[in-house]
């Protein structure tokens, strides 16, 4: 799977928009971009996922640039709630395995 | 749907102990993976089953860890003799494959191993 590359931590206001980067440029036609999260004391949780086009969930949006090597979660209203640790994560489809490096710490700010 | 149950939920032992951590996974789901996270860190992947074969055990220290997945429902991780650099947070997590290209892994709140 392609490594990728996440800012250590970020902040963002409450209410605000929360725009989280991450770099895979060595990504290959197969692989899909997936964001997890983690919230303190508990086990990862699947935000959304994508292979090339833009992505909308309940959760969050995914930008995925024309290249693939770079992808952006955006949470549109950030809340206290949203104070975690983002993994993005790029996997084959049909390949099973699931590797986190050590994503982004997220801290809201009331 | 009830989620992926593990336990005990804390464990305090002396090194050179041994150690059992127990999984249920989300009914139906074949994929059951068992990662390892140390404080500060993100999870790392221990071994991944799929139904009761083992599909990746590259990061296990098979001299002292082993796990098992009996008729491809429950699983444990063992670890004997541990050692204080095991102490850590283990997570269990399943998964299913779905449509539009995605795999959702679930995870269970993870059994926090304290060695002393």
């Known amino acids: 799977d392609a490594k990728t590359t996440q800012p250590p931590s970020m902040d963002c206001a409450e209410g605000r928009a929360a725009n989280l980067p991450c770099n895979h440029s060595?990504?290959?036609?197969?692989?899909?971009v997936y964001w997890y999260r983690q919230i303190h004391s508990q086990g990862p949780q699947y935000i959304i996922h994508?292979?090339?086009n833009n992505e909308t969930n309940e959760m969050a949006s995914l930008i995925i640039t024309e290249d693939r090597k770079s992808s952006t979660l955006i949470l549109p209203h950030a809340t206290l709630r949203d104070t975690a640790v983002y993994y993005c994560?790029?996997?084959?489809?049909?390949?099973?395995?699931?590797?986190f490096g050590t994503g982004t710490r997220l801290t809201i700010i009331p | 749907e009830a989620g992926v149950a593990q336990s005990p939920r804390y464990k305090i032992i002396e090194k050179r102990q041994s150690v059992a951590f127990w999984c249920n996974p989300i009914?139906?789901?074949?994929?059951l993976y068992w990662y390892q996270q140390i404080l500060g860190q993100g999870p790392k992947l221990l071994i991944q089953?799929?139904?009761?074969?083992?599909?990746?055990d590259s990061q296990l220290p098979k001299d002292r860890f082993s796990a098992e997945r009996l008729k491809g429902v429950d699983s444990t991780l063992k670890i004997q003799p541990a050692k204080l650099e095991d102490s850590a947070v283990y997570l269990c997590?399943?998964?299913?494959?779905?449509?539009?290209?995605?795999?959702?892994?679930?995870f269970g709140q993870g059994t926090r191993l304290t060695v002393v």
């Open positions: 060595t990504i290959s036609g197969n692989e899909y």
């Open positions: 994508g292979l090339k």
């Open positions: 009914s139906g789901h074949a994929t």
């Open positions: 089953f799929q139904n009761n074969g083992v599909v990746d």
């Open positions: 997590a399943s998964s299913i494959r779905q449509g539009r290209g995605k795999t959702e892994a679930f």
């Open positions: 994560i790029v996997r084959v489809f049909g390949n099973e395995k699931l590797t």
